[in-house]
């Protein structure tokens, strides 16, 4: 009995494994090649320099330690696109999420009706991929075509100074309907009872809203706030974009254009460079975030 | 079960309005405001494309001279037929390859991240945390940093310019293991797969018919979001392809935009093609809604 028992046991353990081997080993096998290979790639590349033999010698990659870091360090145009990035981020990533947030909140709010067919009509932009959103917009923006044309003609969209603000205008548009959507999401599993008793004492739809909603949404805030800092930093496809509707657009204005620039002239080991210092301030900006705000709610 | 978790219960499922329970009458005032905010951002939100809408109905005369946001001569389908046949009807040719892509890769990924996520919930093993932190990791990677050196590793391989280039590398998807984690841990009870495996059912088949039906919500929801990352993505089809064939549509409709200055005709294709493009996502979603709305409220984000 205690023998059959064990030996059930035993192939139990066994059935087991395997399953857990057939479960794990397709993702694991994609993660590692599409993931892990490709980061230690880019490190590795970036450890090289090419050399050459004489003047007009024939190229050859060689090891070159940190040479590429230090060439990094001391590129301007790439250093400029970061400061651009950061600037956007601090205006655009509080505006879109106090918008998501206020729109969440009126949504939840007893305010408001028909709130299925808003929270459709503001979703709706997530469905534009960024590529069609920014032509889209390039049109809206362009002078001559524009349905806008009292802003459009006392205000250049598409000029130096306003251009990056006109492409944090369109990443606000696709965005903040996905970001409200998870704040939404997060007011909805907060028990009811807990505004039974808050009516009770007399609090009214903004009492409710300050005291009580918004300490309890802030884990999505958080979330929603480290995907907008990744995607800020990563910003790619919308000025890529507008490069055909605005000059002030330079092969050089985002840190990602600027790899992909350096990367087409070719000089793949200085991108591959550019690339790991990049995921790095990613890295350390949302995980400074992360730290940050879990430190402030479990106060 | 008393009265509020029935009707919390009730709201998280089809993300229902609380039943109004009458206490407290709010005034006009914030009503108004409330109602004046929504319309407000309504219009932000929907003009852009209802100017799509209408710019796309117009003749390439009208396109510069009428008003912008109402229709004159309706030229939809000749719009259309323009688009469709234009360099043997390469656009269609895009739609497809969107298609392709955006829909093996997130079906795949889906199927892939959810077996994965459902072993880290119910089996124990050494290294299970330490798996989940590693993929975790891989959520907070940009998928543009990896966009470079996945060119180069298919460029060694000989991969770079196939269809392969871009649907391998969107079958990853660490989001969607970690909401299937999530979601598996809080939908899946270990009882019913304990029953299975009385029942006589193996691990897989366990899973396949038992676990996938529980995780449905969650599911739809990796399967829409990867969906449209695929859909969007523009990088990766960018420095991989070079074949006009191979390109999804808003990587043809990029190159479409940036020859308008040579070929100004074109910009009209752009127009029209642009609302086509949107056209099967949003039908998607609205379709779908009922599924990814509920997975969002009860997998994500606890």
Known sequence: ?299 | MTVSTETRALRTQGLKKPARDGGIRESAVSRTVAMAVMIVATLYFLTPLWWLLVASTKTREDFTTTNPLWFADFALFDNIAALVTYRDGVFLQWLGNSALYAGVGALLATLIAAMAGYAIAKYTFRGRETLFNVILGGVLVPATALALPLFLLFSQAGATNTIWAVLLPSLVSPFGVYLSRIYAAASVPDEIIEAARIDGAGEVRTFFTVATRLMAPALVTIFLFQFVAIWNNFFLPLIMLRDESLFPVTLGLYVWNTQVSQIPDIRALVVIGSLLSIIPLIVTFLALQRFWQSGLANGGLK
């Open chain 1, 1 to 299: 009995m205690v023998a059959r028992d064990t030996a059930v046991k035993a192939s139990r353990a066994v059935s087991h494994r395997k399953a857990l081997a057939f479960f794990l080993i397709p993702f694991g096998s994609l993660f590692v090649l599409f993931y892990l290979v490709p980061i230690l790639y880019a490190i590795y590349q970036s450890l090289l320099t090419v050399e050459r033999e004489g003047t007009f010698g024939p190229a050859v990659q060689v090891f070159g330690g940190l040479t590429q870091y230090i060439a990094v360090f001391q590129n301007e145009p790439f250093w400029a696109s970061i400061g651009r990035v950061l600037l956007f981020g601090v205006v655009q990533v509080p505006i879109m999420l106090g918008v998501a947030l206020v729109l969440a909140l009126l949504l939840d709010s007893p305010l408001v009706r028909g709130s299925k067919f808003f929270r459709l009509a503001f979703f709706a932009p997530y469905a534009v991929p960024s590529v069609i959103a920014a032509i889209m917009w390039g049109f809206l923006y362009s002078p001559n075509l524009s349905p806008f044309t009292a802003v459009t003609s006392s205000v250049d969209l598409l000029s130096a100074e306003t251009v990056l603000w006109s492409i944090a205008n369109v990443v606000t548009w696709v965005y903040v309907g996905y970001n409200m959507l998870i704040i939404y999401s997060a007011l909805l599993s907060i028990p009811q009872e807990i505004y039974e008793a808050a009516r009770l004492d007399g609090a009214g739809q903004f009492r409710i809203a300050f005291a009580i909603k918004i300490p309890l949404v802030v884990p999505a805030l958080v979330l929603t706030g480290i995907f907008s800092i990744i995607g800020t930093l990563q910003l790619l496809a919308e000025p890529q974009v507008f490069q055909s509707f605005s000059n002030a657009v330079t092969s050089t204005f985002t840190p990602n254009l600027t790899i992909y620039s350096t990367a087409s002239v070719p000089n793949i080991s200085l991108a591959a460079a550019m690339s790991v210092v990049l995921a790095l301030a990613t890295f350390v900006l949302s995980f400074t975030v992360l730290k940050l705000t879990q430190r402030r709610t479990a106060q």
